[in-house]
């Protein structure tokens, strides 16, 4: 059996370093290398700024935490460029590779389709994150990593502010990418109809310039739907002189039976999209203990550009209906999303939790549908303690100035919506919890959608939940769905950026598509009779989905002793290459080298038992190379000149 395995070593370290060129990474002239040299020299094809994190590194947790746990991206390995050349490199390793990639900022995403990436590449653009104030004042370059508190305070700093998301925590482009509401959007519209122009990493992994004049149709595609598309490494975006330097804010709390006088106050307000570019309003449905156990109330904050003078005629009649606690203040810009909630530190910014947002695009408020969804909430909330911590959102925010801008100008669709719902279970992660989330998230829609039956049901690209279709995300308009499937085909026909992808017939499954067939090929078979050959059924799915992608060397390197030359060449080069884009399940032929090198020290893991047991019922080298020559690599005897002479010899050490 050492023998089979020698020459098994042998024929797929030949076979993968032909099909990812995997001995440019691990192997120096004729020594083998190590864990952390096969780090090193990863990093030798990145910048001399950038880091490579693997689940075994203290700082693979700190660059892999997410918002929300529930619909989180299964991350192998963690790149952290510090150019964009670099995250181009990545991104061609990766698809050399075979393998998802995922770029992150902050972590906020939530919809369930980042599942799709399994063992995957995060780039982590965290240290792309310049801010440079052109000499006009009139536009800033800032780096793809930048989030929304170090916009705001930078630009404060000069005077300026532009358009953000609203929680400091959030990224900066990431929300651009799909409209992007905040507070300033009643001056100048939209986060994505601030840019100006945006270097982008493509799914190949070329770079290229996008702007009105350069690639103009990914333009359009970029701002609304750009997520779909491309990696921003640098934008450049439009900044305004800063109109007030202070900001007012009242935070009121009502009972449920100020509900229908309530939204009929706030439609008042909201006055079918003709608010005060000044004036934003965020109600909440939420529990809070201090006013009741049992019944959820109505959390109203009022946000106002200017002094509190200003903003008394807007605030006065919510004051007339009574809250039962109220708080007002003003304060600077920098410093108003902690005084509102929303700030770095506030717990709705921290991470770990699990969260799901099923978001609907409204004209108007319908009393009767609202009464309905707080009931639905209560009831979620009474029988299910554990969404306890959940919300349901009303965010108006001033639309006049986004609804000024041609809808056919980008990619966003929804410019004709007044206000965005949406109902946001927040809970401590738990499998049982996730599994009744669409539940109530999709009553919950269903609701808030038939308070408009005249109306198609709309849905924020940024807060949607995964299994909406195209034209609710994207717009019911056919000219607009073909754009975006041309664009698709055009710049990612691969669907490389499945995470939050159109959901046209593109891509693959990501990364393991080499083990599936290899360990299919093994079939069902007679059992062992003579010189028959006894085979093992195995669902090449579920022993994927049993293998963890934390897989350092079963031992230190200066322990492992290898039972001939080739088996450890072979085991170093499959284990730590595979280790190295956290993908060790890739092949499980190194779990099988790496138990056969070690069996003397640490012994067999029982992680790689199924492995083990499906390849130890090949009884010779010939079985095996017919499975491999069948296999995903296609390879023929004069691939390698002659694998099976190379063979005949490493079973002769």
């Known amino acids: 059996m050492r023998n089979l395995f020698s020459g098994i070593a042998l024929y797929i370290s030949l076979a993968f370093c032909a099909l990812c060129n995997a001995s440019t990474l691990i192997q120096r002239g004729s020594s083998v290398a190590s864990a952390g040299q096969v780090q090193r020299e990863f990093v030798r094809r990145l910048s001399t700024g950038a880091k490579v994190y693997f689940p075994f590194n203290a700082e693979f947790t700190n660059y892999t935490e997410r918002w929300s746990v529930a619909s989180a991206p299964e991350i192998a390995v963690v790149v952290v460029p510090a150019t964009a050349q670099d995250v181009a490199t990545t991104v061609k390793i990766a698809n050399a590779f075979g393998v998802p990639f995922f770029a992150m900022n902050r972590g906020h995403g939530s919809t369930i389709s980042q599942r799709n990436v399994r063992h995957g590449v995060e780039i982590n653009l965290r240290n792309l994150a310049s801010i440079d104030i052109a000499k006009d004042g009139m536009s800033a370059a800032m780096g793809g990593g930048v ?156 946000y106002y550009a200017g002094p509190a003078a200003a903003a008394e005629p807007y605030l006065a009649p919510f004051s007339k209906l009574g809250p039962v606690i109220a708080t007002n203040g003003t304060t600077s810009y920098p410093d108003f999303a902690n005084a509102v909630g929303s700030g770095v530190d506030s717990p709705v910014c921290q991470d770990g939790g699990s969260a799901a947002l099923f978001p609907t695009g409204l004209k108007t408020l319908n009393g009767t549908a609202n009464r309905a969804v707080w009931t639905l909430f209560k009831k979620m909330v009474t029988e299910q303690p554990g969404f306890q911590n959940s919300i349901v959102q009303f965010e108006n925010y001033p639309v006049q100035k986004m609804q000024s801008i041609d809808p056919a100008s980008t990619a966003y669709a929804h410019r004709d919506d007044n206000l965005l719902v949406s109902w946001t279970m927040i809970y401590t992660p738990s ?19 038939a308070g ?36 698709k085909k055009r710049y990612d026909p691969q669907n490389r950026f499945s995470c939050l992808s159109l959901p046209f017939k593109f891509g693959h499954d990501g ?100 492995c083990y047991a499906a390849l130890s019922q090949i009884s010779d080298t010939d079985d095996l190379v017919g499975v491999l020559r069948n296999s995903a690599f296609s390879l023929d005897a004069g691939s390698f000149g002659k694998p099976r002479k190379m063979l005949d010899l490493a079973s002769r050490k």
């Open 452 to 487: 408009e039956p005249q109306r198609p049901l709309n849905v924020y690209v940024n807060y949607a939940y995964g299994d909406e279709t195209v034209e609710q995300i994207y717009g019911y308009e056919p000219w607009r769905v073909q754009k975006l499937k041309s664009l």
């Open 147 to 302: 989030f929304v508190d170090e916009i705001i305070k930078t630009l404060d700093a000069k005077g300026k502010t532009t358009v953000t998301g609203s929680c400091a925590c959030v990224g900066g482009m990431g929300p651009a990418l799909g409209g992007g509401f905040g507070r300033y959007m009643g001056y100048w519209g939209l986060a994505a109809d601030q840019i100006i122009d945006l270097d982008v990493v493509l799914a190949d992994g070329s770079m290229t310039k996008v702007s009105a004049t350069s690639n103009p149709d990914l333009f359009w595609g970029m701002r609304g739907a750009g997520h779909n598309f491309g990696i921003v490494t640098q934008f450049n975006y439009k900044i305004y002189d800063r109109p007030t330097p202070t900001w007012f804010y009242s935070i009121m709390f009502f009972t449920n039976d100020k509900l229908e006088k309530f939204f009929k106050l706030l439609n008042d307000q909201v006055d079918n999209g003709n608010q005060p570019k000044e004036l934003t309003g965020y109600t909440l449905f939420l529990m809070n203990p201090e006013i009741s156990k049992t019944e959820p109330v109505i959390l109203y904050t009022i």
């Open 511 to 610: 990364g393991l598509a080499v083990l599936a067939t290899v360990v299919k090929h093994h079939g069902n078979g007679s059992p062992a009779n003579g010189n028959a050959h006894k085979r093992r059924s195995l669902n090449g799915g579920n022993f994927i989905s049993r293998m963890h992608p934390t897989c350092p060397p079963c031992l230190p390197d200066e322990t492992i002793t290898a039972r001939s030359e080739d088996l450890h060449l072979a085991s170093d080069m499959l284990l730590h290459s595979c280790t190295l884009l956290g993908i060790c399940c890739f092949l499980c032929v190194p779990f099988v080298l790496s138990t056969i090198t070690c069996e003397n020290g640490a012994g067999t893991s029982p992680l790689l038992a199924d």
């Open 431 to 449: 499998s049982a919890l996730d599994a009744l989330v669409p539940q109530y998230g999709h009553q919950a829609r269903a609701l808030f959608d």
